[in-house]
């Protein structure tokens, strides 16, 4: 169900929408192998109205799963937006669209969650990496190999034989 507020309601007093939302709701594809959205958008937001618009403030809060981006370990990182503020304007080029009373704030909340995304997740801050193979481990495998086929590459170059 989309975050809706009914602009009726406001003439009154000030709204307070405090709920979860679905993740499939948001309609977010991160399109990143590293994250993964979490269980459901906490929210808890006082929406008031102002000369031209609406000032929304309050707070979201979305679990992340991510996936270090040096050392691939699994992690939980929380994106907390504790002093989310937005000002919807009702007239102008910028206006919300308003259907039926209602203005959907869905899309502003999105838009400030994407733009809190990480964009390189890490488990830590002096995370090192996966661990380094050993110096020339790499070169002796290879090298053992080639011996076994029958030589390297060169070797079977100089085998060819060329008409004159």
């Avoid at 003439?11 to 929408?17: H, I, K, R, S």
């Avoid at 993964?36 to 006082?46: A, D, F, N, S, V």
């Avoid at 929304?56 to 270090?68: A, D, F, I, K, N």
């Avoid at 203005?103 to 809190?116: F, G, S, W």
Wanted: net charge negative; aromatic share 4%.
């Amino acid at each position: 169900m989309p975050l809706l507020v009914n602009l009726r309601h406001l003439e009154a007093d000030n709204v307070v929408l405090d709920g979860e939302m679905p993740v499939e709701e948001l309609d977010i594809d991160t399109q990143d192998e590293l994250l993964r959205l979490g269980p459901p958008l906490r929210y808890k937001l006082e929406v008031q109205k102002v000369e031209d618009g609406l000032l929304v403030q309050g707070e979201l809060h979305l679990p992340l799963e991510c996936q270090c981006a040096r050392c691939l370990k699994a992690f939980a990182q929380p994106l907390d937006l504790r002093h989310w503020t937005r000002l919807v304007l009702l007239e102008g080029e910028e206006a919300a669209p308003v259907v039926n009373d209602c203005i959907d704030l869905t899309p502003l909340v999105r838009e400030d969650i994407l733009l809190e995304f990480p964009q390189h997740p890490l488990c830590e801050a002096e995370c090192g990496g996966l661990p380094a193979m050993k110096p020339g481990a790499a070169k002796s495998t290879s090298s053992r190999a080639g011996k076994e086929a029958g030589g390297t590459a060169w070797d079977e170059l100089n085998k060819l034989k060329f008409k004159e």
